[in-house]
């Protein structure tokens, strides 16, 4: 005999992306708010005549764009490549260390004063002596630059996530003769995993915004860092707008991939 329940279709029970629940009202409100705040700016200057050096309006900063769309593209092909490697060596680089410092507890101590040191190093130093050593003619630099703006950031968080692991969960792993790798598959990763990906955002973006202020000190010709200059050198002041409009997109386009991949491994922890 077959029963209502057997009869009823099944439902369906995958992980959804957050995203799919996403609603309209979330996009339109920032759309709404860019289309004013830019409306206002070109309301702006033309009322108060604002020189283009001072500030030029978005009118023109468009006309750039489509004069010089193919240059934009190819800037940020050469931005985004050594943006993308440097966050890559970054990260493994950063949970790595993480890893190491959340399981050896001398080698925290240890890593402590060199991270921060790390951290405080500026880039306008940096990527001259970077030059120098490895030769103006390749990106190695850019790309250490970037790696090392992106190594920290990710290290921090994944350390803190590391270090939120309850000392409960541990042992009872102990308790079910669970194996290191064990441990670090199913309770100390998991646990983690939001604070690496916390880091990951931000240092996505920080990579970008690296790897194109160390465009501005030398090497190869290329890059978005690189057309800025020239552009404002040469008082083309739109144009040099129409390069940092092209270094923002890539930008945002580095935060939301990084989002979405976010997004894609969390989908199995919602019901």
């Given at each position: 005999m077959t029963t209502v329940a057997d009869a009823s279709p099944a439902k369906d029970t995958r992980a959804r992306l957050p995203i799919a629940e996403l609603r309209w009202?979330?996009?339109?409100?920032?759309?709404?708010?860019?289309?004013?705040?830019?409306a206002a700016w070109e309301w702006l200057v033309d009322s108060l005549e604002i020189e283009p050096f001072v500030l030029p309006a978005p009118s023109a900063i468009w006309d750039q764009?489509?004069?010089?769309?193919?240059?934009?593209?190819?800037?940020?092909?050469?931005?985004?490549r050594n943006a993308l490697i440097?966050?890559?060596?970054?990260?493994v680089i950063g949970v790595g260390g993480a890893m190491l410092a959340g399981t050896f507890r001398f080698l925290d101590q240890m890593a402590a004063p060199v991270v921060a040191a790390l951290a405080v190093i500026p880039i306008v130093a940096l990527a001259p002596v970077l030059y120098s050593m490895y030769g103006a003619a390749v990106d190695t630099g850019r790309i250490i630059v970037a790696g090392l703006s992106v190594s920290i950031p990710v290290y921090l968080n994944t350390l803190r996530g590391l270090r939120q692991v309850k000392a409960v969960?541990?042992?009872?792993?102990?308790?079910?003769?669970a194996g290191p790798l064990q441990v670090i598959r199913s309770v100390t990763l998991p646990t983690a995993t939001p604070y690496v990906f916390t880091g990951l955002r931000v240092a996505s973006s920080l990579a970008v915004i690296a790897a194109l202020i160390a465009e501005y000190f030398g090497g190869p010709i290329g890059g978005l860092g690189?057309?800025?200059t020239s552009?404002?050198?040469s008082s083309n002041y739109p144009l040099a707008w129409a390069y940092v409009s092209g270094a923002i997109v890539l930008g945002l386009l580095f935060y939301v991939?990084?989002?979405?991949?976010?997004?894609?491994?969390s989908r199995h922890h919602r019901p």
């Open positions: 009202s979330t996009v339109l409100a920032p759309l709404v708010v860019g289309v004013l705040a830019i764009i489509t004069l010089n769309f193919d240059s934009i593209v190819k800037g940020a092909t050469v931005t985004g440097g966050t890559v060596a970054g990260a969960h541990r042992d009872l792993m102990t308790a079910y003769a690189k057309s800025i552009s404002a050198a991939v990084t989002l979405l991949v976010e997004l894609w491994f």
